[in-house]
Nanobody
Framework: QVQLVESGGGLVQPGGSLRLSCAAS????????MGWYRQAPGKQREWVAV???????KYADSVKGRFTISRDNAKNTVYLQMNSLKPEDTAVYYC?????????WGQGTQVTVSS
């Protein structure tokens, strides 16, 4: 059974930074592509960033240059460093692991950007 647990969300002022973490249980982490998604109130969930098992990265245009995805295989953890946060970044952030055509989701962590 694979479990993903996100942490690091909270309230931050515009222009501030947060680092989200997603810890994975199970033995699939190093073989997984890891992604971050977000869902704002009244909107569909959207893709934010992805990091493949080969360490290639891709970002949504809305976060490019501000967010950085990284992973620590020794800790089975993926991170999302978020800088220059904007009110429109407010959402519940989810991590997803994809391996061998299976997908696993975490429970989400709330990020609120407000003054």
């Amino acid at each position: 059974q694979v479990q993903l647990v996100e942490s690091g969300g909270g309230l931050v002022q515009p222009g501030g930074s947060l680092r989200l973490s997603c810890a994975a249980s199970g033995n699939i982490f190093s073989r997984s592509a890891m992604g971050w998604y977000r869902q704002a109130p009244g909107k569909q969930r959207e893709w934010v960033a992805v990091l493949t098992s080969g360490s290639s990265t891709k970002y949504a245009d809305s976060v490019k240059g501000r967010f950085t995805i990284s992973r620590d295989n020794a800790k089975n953890t993926v991170y999302l460093q978020m800088n220059s946060l904007k009110p429109e970044d407010t959402a519940v952030y989810y991590c997803k692991a994809t391996v061998a055509f299976s997908e696993y989701w975490g429970q989400g962590t709330q990020v609120t950007v407000s003054s």
